[in-house]
Every structure is written in structure tokens, then in C-alpha cells.
């Protein structure tokens, strides 16, 4: 299987592209290519194509694109609302929704957010996160790098919700509605966005709050559910149901 590489541009078959600084790095040197060998480029926006280095320098591969690739994201797309968890949650649950094929994340801030750090903190774990979704894009072979955006205010990210966004909340007070009927009526090529609280949940005022924008409240059945747990349930459940997964 080709190695897998994010490369900027507008990649044309027919036309070569170059792999320099840490891509090349990792392929000459980690990897070992060489002239004849394959790899994947994708343009971390939802592109890729096939290419085969042709030539070696000293420090970059110049890569034949050969011909595009059939993109593996999804057709639906999911925005994951993620109330800022402690420690280092967020870092799982930015590895393994982007594994999954989640399209964007927005971490938030909620009544119950206990992570409250400065502007110099939040810049570094901002581009740590951003980091974890590229590298876990690239182990998935994805073509798109979701970008994770935040903290942000739940009433501020609620406000810019595209409209006919499907909002899902799954909530341990939901006791009748169930994923499965929330999504019936769903074409499968919309957006949805699902909406998790931190530890402790979304208090109940943030669940009206999150209905009066359109959400609507599921359960994902009896068990209480971990906030870096629940996100990546609910994104799992909903890829399966609409055939993302294989089923």
C-alpha cells in the first residue's frame, strides 16, 4: 500500500508536485522511498491522487500525479459540538472521531466546562489539536483534515449553526426518542451535528437552549457514558445507520 501524504495545491494528473520539509524528510529518510515507488497525496480538503516519485534531491521528492483517487470521506457531515472535557480528553477524542470521519470539531465551552485556561494555553492546545487531527487523518488515510475550532461559547456555536443542520443531543434525560427515529427522516448526504456536554453533561437549561436552535434530544440507551466516550458512540452509531461503515 502507498504511503500517505497531506500536500497543499491544486494537484493536476500529468503534472508533478513536490514533497519538502517534514514530507520529505519522512519519506526519504524514515521511509526510505525512492524513484519508482508510489504514494497518496491528498490536499487535506477532501482531494487525493496517486502519484509516483520520479526523481530524488537532496531534500525533496518530486512526485507524477498519476491519476485521482475515489475519496473515502463521507457523504454526510458531521460537525462534533464537544464540551471541553479535563486533561487531556480532548486529544482522544480528536483521534479517534477523525478516524471515524467526523468533518469538523468545535470544542466548547458549557456551565459545566472545569478548564479555564489562558490565551497563551489555549493557543498551544489549539495547534496540539489541530496536530492530533492531521496525524490521525494521515493513519486513516483521509483526504480531508478536519479542523477543530474553539473554545467557543455553546449560545455562539449554536448561532452559527447552517441552517437545515440536524442537531442531535444525546442526553441521559431523554428517556423515548432514540438515535435510530432521529435519524429516519435523514437523506444521508446533509450535515448533522452532534452535541456533548463535558463531565457532568449539558445542564438542562443548555438543552433548551440547544432545542430552541432546532436540536433534538436522543438517548443512546440505559448506560451513562463517558464524556470522551459519548461523541465517538454517537458518530459510530450514525455512520453505521447510514451505511458509512459498511452496514
Given amino acids: 500500500m502507498a504511503h500517505h501524504f497531506f500536500l497543499s495545491g491544486n494537484f493536476i494528473p500529468g503534472e508533478t508536485a513536490i514533497l519538502e520539509g517534514e514530507n520529505a524528510h519522512h519519506a526519504l529518510r524514515v521511509l526510505r522511498l525512492g524513484v519508482g515507488d508510489n504514494v497518496t497525496l491528498a490536499d487535506g480538503r477532501g482531494r487525493g491522487f496517486l502519484g509516483e516519485i520520479v526523481d530524488v ?15 473515502p470521506e463521507p457523504r454526510v457531515k458531521i460537525t462534533l459540538y464537544q464540551g471541553f472535557p479535563k486533561g487531556d480528553k ?3 477524542i480528536i483521534e479517534k472521531c477523525t478516524e471515524l470521519g467526523v468533518t469538523r470539531i468545535v470544542v466548547l465551552t458549557t456551565e459545566r466546562s472545569i478548564p479555564r485556561p489562558d490565551t497563551k ?4 492546545r489549539r495547534e496540539r489539536w489541530q ?10 488515510r483521509r483526504h480531508l483534515i478536519p479542523p477543530v475550532d474553539g473554545p467557543v461559547e455553546l449560545q455562539t456555536a449554536l448561532a452559527n449553526l447552517k441552517p437545515g443542520t440536524l442537531l442531535l443531543i444525546p442526553w441521559e434525560e431523554e428517556k423515548c426518542r432514540t438515535l435510530r427515529s432521529a435519524l429516519a427522516g435523514f437523506q444521508g448526504t446533509g450535515e448533522i451535528a452532534v452535541l456533548i456536554g463535558p463531565e457532568g453533561g449539558l ?3 443548555e438543552v433548551l437552549l440547544a432545542q430552541s436552535f432546532g436540536g433534538v ?3 443512546l440507551g ?4 463517558r464524556t470522551e466516550t459519548a461523541g465517538l458512540v454517537c458518530l459510530t452509531a450514525i455512520m453505521y445507520a447510514l451505511g458509512e461503515l459498511g452496514g
Avoid: C, E, H, W
Wanted: positive net charge; charged residues 20%.
Fill in 217 to 219: 434530544p436522543v438517548t
Fill in 203 to 205: 445542564s438542562q437549561t
Fill in 222 to 225: 440505559p448506560r451513562i457514558l
Fill in 121 to 124: 494555553a489555549l493557543m498551544r
Fill in 57 to 71: 534531491q537532496k531534500d525533496r521528492a518530486i512526485v507524477m500525479i498519476k491519476n485521482s483517487l475515489q475519496s
Fill in 131 to 140: 496536530q492530533k487531527a492531521r496525524a490521525a487523518a494521515g493513519q486513516s
Fill in 90 to 92: 480532548m486529544d482522544f
